[in-house]
């Protein structure tokens, strides 16, 4: 544990903090997938609901992509804030609660059944790809120096 510590900025338990909000978040969008499966109709396994057999379809259908997204950007999420949180741990730590909350938003617009009313949220990874990006350039020029 001391070599890891040694390795890490102080400020970095706050970057694995947002990471287990994300993940308490995941859960709860899961849960909102099936309470939606009871309300509308869908039985496991199905994924997606069909409209020509269930009316409620579109319903359930924005419930489950606006998890299934989340879902879809969680990895790529996790490693810019892991590796950017190395140098810029208050940053990305900034940057996370904010595509926390963001997510929040994206996944109850999307649950109202018009996928119009999800809020956007690239400009939060693009900002963590940065952080990221600067660890990276400081590695390159380390290797370089040896």
């Known amino acids: ?14 970057v694995v903090l947002v990471l287990v909000f994300y993940c308490f978040l995941n859960l709860w969008m899961g849960a909102q997938v ?14 997606y609901a069909i409209e020509s057999e269930n009316k409620d379809a579109k319903l359930f259908n924005c419930v489950q992509r606006g998890h299934q997204n989340s879902l879809e950007m969680m990895p790529m999420y996790f490693i810019l804030m892991i590796l950017g949180g ?12 904010l595509y926390n909350v963001s997510r929040f938003f994206y996944f109850k617009g999307y649950a109202t059944g018009d996928p119009m009313k999800r809020l956007t949220i690239g400009f939060v990874l693009l900002s963590s790809y940065q952080c990221s990006l600067s660890l990276l350039i400081d590695l390159v020029m380390l290797v370089n120096r040896i």
């Open 1 to 14: 544990m001391a070599a890891i510590t040694e390795f890490l900025p102080k400020e970095y338990g706050y």
């Open 86 to 97: 190395m140098k810029h741990p208050c940053i990305c730590t900034g940057l996370g609660l």
């Open 34 to 47: 099936g309470r939606a499966r009871k309300r509308y109709n869908v039985p496991y396994p199905t994924l």
